[in-house]
């Protein structure tokens, strides 16, 4: 699974991001979901943190 933040006026699909992960990273490390959100949940230190993105994940 994957998180991400979509650019300002882009809407990124599984179709589009799918050859891009294939392209560069390998086949079995290739996210099977994507997750689109608003803003990564980060501390002051700039880290995301995990915790929050599997609370949001299991909320849904």
């Given at each position: 699974?994957?998180?991400?933040?979509?650019?300002?006026?882009?809407?990124?699909?599984?179709?589009?991001?799918?050859?891009?992960?294939?392209?560069?990273?390998?086949?079995?490390?290739?996210?099977?979901?994507?997750?689109?959100?608003?803003?990564?949940?980060?501390?002051?230190?700039?880290?995301?943190?995990?915790?929050?993105?599997?609370?949001?994940?299991?909320?849904t």
């Amino acid at each position: 699974m994957a998180f991400g933040v979509a650019g300002a006026g882009v809407t990124p699909t599984p179709e589009t991001l799918d050859p891009l992960c294939l392209a560069n990273i390998a086949r079995f490390k290739r996210p099977k979901q994507y997750v689109f959100v608003p803003e990564l949940p980060k501390n002051h230190y700039g880290k995301v943190f995990e915790t929050e993105l599997r609370a949001r994940l299991s909320a849904t």
